[in-house]
């Protein structure tokens, strides 16, 4: 059985940065492809950032590029998330998924999800 804990969310003012980690447990996180999603209040959850089970960046959404960094650490069966020039507009719930096959930044095509860390950024 995989699962994801994800922590390192908190309050952060505009301009600051955060590092969000997502713990894996279970078989074969190497195998996974993974991403990180987020759902700011009144909004449905997007995706924010996928990465490949080789390591390869797939997707990062336009609202993030050049601020948000991914990475996969397979010895610690860690995914990170390095957030940097924050905005208001980055509060949200931000969880990381897991998906076998190739890597996706469509929400129903993964397989095990996290239960979010908050992230609040105030101007």
């Known amino acids: 059985q995989v699962q994801l804990v994800e922590s390192g969310g908190g309050s952060v003012q505009a301009g600051g940065s955060l590092k969000l980690s997502c713990a894996y447990s279970?078989?074969?996180?190497?195998?996974?492809?993974l991403g990180w999603f987020r759902q700011a209040p009144g909004k449905e959850r997007e995706p924010v950032v996928a990465i490949s089970w080789r390591g390869g960046v797939t997707y990062y959404a336009d609202s993030v590029k050049g601020r948000f960094t991914i990475s996969r650490d397979n010895a610690k069966t860690t995914v990170y998330l390095q957030m940097n020039s924050l905005k208001p507009e980055d509060t949200a719930v931000y969880y990381c998924a897991a998906k076998t096959s190739v890597a996706s930044r469509l929400e129903y095509e993964y397989d095990y999800w996290g239960q979010g860390t908050h992230v609040t950024v105030s101007s």
């Open positions: 279970g078989r074969f996180f190497s195998s996974y492809n």
